[in-house]
């Protein structure tokens, strides 16, 4: 079976929208060039210009006339727009029930494919044979196939965010505005899979940069938790980031928690804490997740704040003291001389 229909009337006008292309792409625009919301006329060799729709050749204009009709898969209410929008005057996309034709004023209707080229100076429409239509439906059902697997996996990463989302019910200001960010994409999701897709990966990647720093949560410390110790700064914030501290404060890090990259820190032993800050020391309870490969410290997804004390006289005489005389001094600081 072959598809085909006549068009009168319209001479030499392919060669006509190549040439009006051609004028748009010179000087600095020589090789492409906005045309619409991602649309591009695109240069591909001495004869021939795209329309190009995101990633996808969805019109291919050639000098001698010929214009090749694609959607990459993406038979979607975008693709269809534009294909009407730049495609050669007389020449319609259309759909009747999801299946997609192309059509003209003057002639009949066509199968449309991926890959249908028109001769806008004959009017005519590629002859396609019964063995060849039947390899175009396979290729395009493969492709249906795949534009069905991307969008799967971009809903995936819908749930992945909403699933993150669900875990933050304390939000800072920051992180609420990243939120807010990631969730204007989401909104787009229904217009076009692809480019909200973009920014929710995107979204996601600041999302796990603004939660990688600590947050202060309700949490009260388990029976399980570590005994542990935490200096800090004189004007009581922490020495990575300046976090403000006080008594009884419980902060988390969400994310794998990991040593000098992603975690909450602190020592077993006074005198190990006691060289990354100072000089006032904090006694800590911490758990969760936690990494322990470093000797002198752990790196913890809670930390809880027992009590403070200016220790900044210990700190100094450190050097002095034996390890064990340290950490008694540190330890004899308790309750009553909590700052």
């Not at 100076?121 to 059902?141: I, L, M, N, P």
């Not at 004189?234 to 990259?261: E, F, I, K, N, Y």
């Amino acid at each position: 079976m072959a598809y085909g229909f006549g068009l009168h009337g319209y001479g030499k006008r392919g060669s006509e929208e190549y040439a009006s292309l051609a004028a748009q792409l010179t000087g600095r625009n020589a090789g492409s060039r906005k045309l619409a919301n991602n649309t591009h006329a695109v240069r591909r060799g001495p004869r021939a210009i795209a329309v190009r729709l995101h990633a996808t050749d969805i019109l291919t204009f050639y000098s001698d006339g010929r214009v090749e009709f694609r959607t990459g898969g993406w038979e979607t209410v975008t693709t269809k727009a534009r294909l009407n929008q730049f495609g050669p005057p007389g020449f319609t996309v259309g759909s009747n029930r999801g299946e997609w034709y192309l059509s003209t004023r003057r002639g009949g209707n066509v199968a449309f494919f991926c890959g249908i080229t028109v001769n806008t100076r004959t009017g005519k429409a590629t002859q396609v044979s019964a063995r060849h239509a039947a390899k175009v439906e396979r290729d395009r059902a493969e492709e249906r196939r795949a534009s069905a697997r991307e969008k799967t996996a971009e809903r995936r990463t819908v749930r992945q965010y909403s699933a993150v989302c669900a875990g933050f019910a304390r939000l800072t200001e920051p992180q609420r505005a990243a939120s807010q960010f990631v969730g204007e994409s989401l909104a787009g999701l229904g217009a076009s899979i692809v480019e909200p897709a973009e920014s929710i990966a995107v979204g996601l990647a600041e999302l796990g940069e603004i939660f990688r720093h600590a947050r202060e949560v309700d949490d009260a410390p388990p029976a399980d938790a570590l005994d542990a110790w935490h200096f800090i700064r004189a004007d009581h914030t922490t020495g990575h980031g300046g976090l403000p501290v006080r008594v009884g404060q419980t902060l988390h890090v969400w994310g794998d928690v990991q040593a000098c990259g992603n975690g909450l820190h602190a020592s077993l032993s006074a005198n190990d804490a006691a060289s990354y800050c100072g000089p006032v020391v904090c006694h800590v309870k911490v758990w969760g997740a936690m990494d322990r490969s470093h000797e002198d410290k752990i790196a913890a997804e809670f930390r809880h704040v027992v009590w403070m004390a200016d220790a900044s006289a210990l700190h100094s005489a450190r050097c002095i003291l034996s390890r064990d005389e340290f950490d008694a001094a540190i330890t004899a600081l308790a309750p009553g001389s909590q700052v």
